[in-house]
């Protein structure tokens, strides 16, 4: 039955009712401070802006470029470093008869940067600090080798010297 009627369930009833309430929420658009209702539609409210880091406003600030670069050589040195550990575990394991502290050390190390470097290279994307190709090099072409993510470090340097 609806509400505040007669008795007598109106041929829409309640359901019509949400439905004329949420159409005119959705006319007057959000409050200051609320997120927009429709994605990828811009707001006009200043509040929105200075919302959180990963907000769909806050997406478009540019990260301070010292400190990206800082971030952007940090993972350049800890992906070739891991490609070195990992070119240590190959040459331990097939070419050194697999010495087993040295393999499993070297094993373990591998798997931990390699879960570290994919964690941060995804953040970094996020962040814009990375292009999402390296990130995709770097989290999913890693676990089969962390090659590809060192020559995509190397690759994103010549292309960021070149664009100096």
């Keep these: 039955m609806a509400d505040g009627g007669d008795g007598a369930a109106a041929p829409d009833g309640a359901v019509a009712d949400a439905v004329n309430e949420e159409s005119e929420a959705l006319a007057r658009g959000p409050a200051p401070g609320e997120a927009s209702a429709h994605p990828g539609e811009a707001s006009t409210y200043p509040s929105e802006a200075s919302a959180h880091p990963y907000s769909r ?3 478009t600030r540019v990260v301070d470029s010292h400190r990206s670069q800082v971030v952007f050589e940090t993972l350049k040195w800890t992906s070739l470093f ?5 070119l240590s575990l190959l040459v331990c394991a097939f070419a050194l008869a697999k ?6 050390v070297l094993g373990l190390g591998h798997g931990l940067l390699w879960i570290f ?3 941060a290279c995804v953040i970094a994307a996020r962040l814009r600090i ?3 190709r390296l990130a995709v090099a770097v989290a ?4 089969i080798g962390p090659f590809f993510g060192s020559g995509e470090f ?3 340097q010549r292309r960021r010297a070149l664009a100096r």
Excluded at 82 to 86: A, L, P, W
Excluded at 140 to 143: A, D, S, Y
Aim: glycine fraction near 12%.
């Design 154 to 156: 190397l690759r994103e």
């Design 57 to 59: 406003a806050g997406r």
């Design 82 to 86: 891991h490609s070195c550990v990992y």
């Design 99 to 104: 010495p087993e502290p040295a393999t499993f």
């Design 130 to 132: 990375v292009p999402l």
């Design 140 to 143: 999913v072409l890693g676990g």
């Design 117 to 119: 470097m994919s964690i």
